[in-house]
């Protein structure tokens, strides 16, 4: 258990500023454009879903399972009461995880700790696998846990450092742009049951107070994130 909390732990030196800049230009290519952003949005989906689920755990609300779907959409099944501050916690969490993680992710990779970030990943990975309550959703849960696990066992340290750079750079950026698409959304009444129209008839506050208050706090997540992952 030793070596396995020492390997955990090691810190790997800081990336050069050329691989950080060019990691973040990769990101924001994967989250900025159309065809790409298909892909990576469902792991967006993931963070999101899974910051349901673990505030419904954290609340005491009783989770049923998640579900994730082709069009990178998904939904986090809970059963409790329909409403008081439970319901709101989790309401709240699904648009905050994915800068939240970012940021937290980018600590971690300040401090050098490539290695437990990726385990991390994976760990988080594999509890999301054991709430998944589709075959889709477990699919794409374990071709992404698949790859993780294959780069922590054959990659080297440095492709490892570069995966988790760009991984990090994307939940930040990838952070924002959802907030963007479900104001457009409900700009067009496509998105009544999104996780702000809950929250505004769980609460005296209009839909449109939580919008910019998901997208504060992930501007600020991914501006401090940038921050953090500033080498220079």
């Known amino acids: ?35 790409p952003w298909q892909v990576t949005r469902g792991l967006i989906t993931i963070a999101h ?9 954290v609340t005491r609300r009783k989770l049923e399972g998640i579900r994730l779907h082709s069009d990178t959409s998904g939904v986090t099944l809970t059963r409790g009461r329909p409403t008081g501050p439970g319901m709101v916690l989790t309401a709240l969490a699904g648009y905050l995880a994915p800068p939240l993680l970012g940021l937290a992710a980018a600590w971690l990779t300040e401090m050098g700790h490539i290695t437990l970030l990726i385990w991390s990943v994976l ?24 790859a ?22 994307i939940l930040l950026f990838g952070g924002i742009r959802p907030i963007i698409e479900l104001q ?20 005296f506050l209009p839909g449109g107070f939580y919008v910019f208050f998901f997208l504060v706090v992930s501007v600020l997540s991914a501006a401090f994130g940038a921050y953090l992952m500033n080498p220079l």
Request: with cysteine; glycine share 6%; aromatic share 8%.
């Open 148 to 169: 993780v696990f294959a780069l922590i066992m054959y990659a080297p340290a440095e492709v490892q450092q570069v995966v988790a750079l760009v991984a990090v750079w």
């Open 1 to 35: 258990m030793e070596q396995l909390w020492a390997h955990l732990i090691k810190v790997q030196p800081d990336p050069d500023p050329w691989v950080v800049g060019v990691s973040a230009l990769a990101a924001f290519v994967l989250v900025g454009f159309r065809m």
């Open 184 to 203: 457009r959304k409900r700009r067009r009444r496509q998105a009544r049951d999104s996780d702000a129209d809950q929250l505004a008839r769980l609460t």
């Open 123 to 146: 760990l988080f990975l594999v509890c999301m696998l054991l709430l998944i309550r589709n075959l889709y959703g477990a699919l794409i849960l374990l071709a992404t846990g698949g």
């Open 49 to 57: 879903e899974g910051g349901h689920a673990l505030m419904a755990l």
